[in-house]
Every structure is written in C-alpha cells, then in structure tokens.
C-alpha cells in the first residue's frame, strides 16, 4: 500500500530555512518519480517541485526556484525539500507524492494513483 508520511514543517520567520521529509512506503523509489506540491489558504493544490528518483533531474516551480532543492535518498526511500529564503507567500501545507511518469507531469497533474499523506504545515510569518 502506497503511504506518504511527511514531516518538518512549522512556524518560521520570513527569511529563514525548513527541510521537510517524506517517508515513502509501498514502492521503491528507483522506479517512480516524487515530488512536493503546496496547498495555500484558500487555493488548490499545486506541484512545486518534482525529480525523477532514478537520474536526480529536477523541475521547480518558478517561484521557489533558486530557494528550494529537492532531493532524495533511495536506500532510505525518502524525500527532502530544502527550503530557504521562506517568504509569507510560501505558508501552506506541503504534500509529497509519486507516480510512474515523467516527473514534469507529476508536478503538472498530481498522482494518478490518487494517493496523499497528511502533509506538514509550513507558516511563514513574523
């Protein structure tokens, strides 16, 4: 069974840096791609950066690129993402997700699989 167990998150000042965690069990890693999506207050949920786990190539959303890296370690069949530089406009809850697919599609259209953690909040305010 796919599952995702996100961590990591919390209350940060603007400026500062978080790295979050995704457990990943169910799959291994090797075969999919994985990546971070983003629910701001009040919008729908977006792809924010996505890697393919096997070559380590990444896309980023244009707005945290230069700020985030996201990254993974396959023995341990998790992901990170890197965060710094935090703005108030990146507050939100923070889900990871993977598919076998491109990793661009997977940020453009989520999971086929339809499958969630719970996600890790991330506020950014003074």
């Known amino acids: 069974q796919l599952q995702f167990v996100e961590s990591g998150g919390g209350l940060v000042q603007p400026g500062g840096s978080l790295r979050l965690s995704c457990a990943v069990s169910?799959?291994?890693?090797?075969?999919?791609?994985v990546g971070w999506f983003r629910q701001a207050p009040g919008k729908e949920r977006e792809g924010i950066s996505c890697?393919?786990?096997?070559?380590?190539?990444?896309y980023y959303q244009d707005s945290v690129k230069g700020r985030f890296t996201i990254s993974t370690d396959n023995a341990k069949n998790t992901v990170y993402l890197q965060m710094n530089g935090l703005k108030p406009e990146d507050t939100g809850v923070y889900f990871c997700?993977?598919?076998?697919?491109?990793?661009?599609?997977?940020?453009?259209?989520?999971?086929?699989?339809?499958?969630w953690g719970q996600g890790t909040q991330v506020t950014v305010s003074t």
């Open positions: 997700a993977a598919d076998r697919t491109h990793y661009r599609w997977l940020c453009e259209d989520g999971p086929h699989t339809g499958s």
């Open positions: 169910g799959i291994t890693l090797d075969d999919y791609a």
């Open positions: 890697i393919g786990s096997s070559d380590g190539v990444a």
